[in-house]
């Protein structure tokens, strides 16, 4: 359950990045994508993931069960409480299990300084994904449980060699995140300041991101797309690069540039931050998460940013994606468990290629 399209693992504390890995095996994750920011962090993550598996697979208690989690608590604040564990799930088995659901993007954030060094980062990231290669449909397929799911859900074949190298751990699968960022916050996290944006910035940042298109294109992998107030830009570059095959990630558009997306094709992620929308706007917020189609929605935490409500400006992490499946099920008046199922269907068609002849949709 409680899928994440978008997450940033090595960014989380240190101490943490076990227990949340340990936590999402243990509630039976399909799906955790980290995410890829710059042209040559893919290595730096796996390893980082690779190290916290380790450390994950060591927080046993005497009997061999899983003694501790980290936990939200109701002031925000994260704590190590006693959690209802699998006891079957410990050392290799909880390491294949891990890795069964953990996948890596690959992409360039439009950052100033990528954005003047665009060409050698882009050969870069092409050079980047094709030593930690492509996955395939049906290695894919197999690794993300799709061919068994009863092997991935006990974590017993979905790894198949426990990540060795001809495992699909971690190879690639997807490109991005990339695209467009016209918000301009000097005093924000990403320090986006419009006075760095000359005439030639802002065609670079369409070069870089329809480069990434492109490579996405020729090597046939869904692109994971960041577009804030950049709406008729982003849509110029796809249009330009021909190819819709992806996500709109942390979508924070309206109703009429979402139909715009969904028409050609794109899938739509939501985040914590539709937890704490303005009252103003509310309304209009729900009515835009009722407007997606079930087989166009994904949800995401982009830890360790936009954790939802109630543990907002708090870090985020993957464990609390569950307050935004409650909020977006509610919105949707549908239970947290069929929304999770539409989430994974959606998850197996985009980045493991099942068809919708292979998945049901109770599509009116």
């Not at 955790?32 to 208690?61: F, N, P, Y």
């Not at 492509?134 to 397929?141: I, L, M, Q, T």
């Not at 068994?148 to 995140?177: F, L, P, Q, W």
Request: aromatic share 8%.
């Amino acid at each position: 359950m409680f899928s994440d399209t978008h997450f940033h693992f090595h960014m989380l504390e240190e101490n943490l990045q076990p227990r949340v890995l340990r936590e999402m095996a243990v509630r039976d994750c399909f799906f955790g994508l980290d995410i890829g920011t710059h042209c040559d962090d893919l290595i730096s993550r796996q390893d980082g993931i690779d190290k916290a598996i380790e450390k994950c697979a060591g927080i046993v208690s005497d009997d061999g069960a899983a003694s501790d989690s980290c936990i939200a608590s109701d002031d925000g604040a994260l704590s190590v409480a006693g959690i209802a564990s699998d006891g079957n799930l410990s050392g290799e088995k909880l390491k294949s299990k891990i890795k069964s659901f953990i996948r890596f993007s690959a992409g360039i954030w439009p950052a100033p300084e990528a954005i003047r060094d665009r060409k050698n980062q882009i050969e870069i990231l092409e050079k980047m994904i094709r030593g930690a290669g492509v996955a395939g449909d049906e290695s894919c397929r197999s690794g993300a449980g799709i061919a068994s799911d009863e092997d991935s859900r006990s974590g017993a074949g979905a790894a198949g060699d426990g990540g060795g190298e001809n495992s699909t751990y971690k190879k690639v699968v997807a490109i991005g995140e990339c695209g467009l960022d016209h918000h301009w916050n000097v005093s924000g996290v990403d320090g986006r300041a419009e006075s760095d944006f000359d005439d030639a910035m802002f065609l670079g940042e369409r070069e870089m991101f329809e480069a990434q298109l492109d490579m996405a294109k020729r090597m046939k992998l869904p692109v994971v797309v960041h577009s804030r107030d950049a709406f008729e830009g982003t849509m110029e570059c796809i249009k330009n690069a021909g190819y819709d095959n992806g996500i709109i990630h942390c979508f924070s558009y309206g109703i009429d540039e979402a139909r715009a997306f969904l028409d050609r094709g794109w899938y739509l992620a939501f985040g914590g931050g539709v937890t704490y929308t303005k009252k103003s706007k509310m309304d209009a917020m729900k009515e835009l998460l009722r407007f997606v189609p079930e087989e166009r929605l994904l949800l995401e935490t982009d830890a360790p940013y936009l954790a939802p409500v109630p543990f907002r400006g708090n870090p985020n992490n993957p464990l609390l994606i569950e307050h935004t499946y409650r909020f977006i099920s509610e919105a949707r008046n549908i239970n947290m468990e069929e929304l999770c199922e539409t989430v994974d269907k959606n998850i197996s068609r985009l980045f493991f290629k099942t068809t919708l002849k292979d998945i049901e949709f109770d599509i009116a």
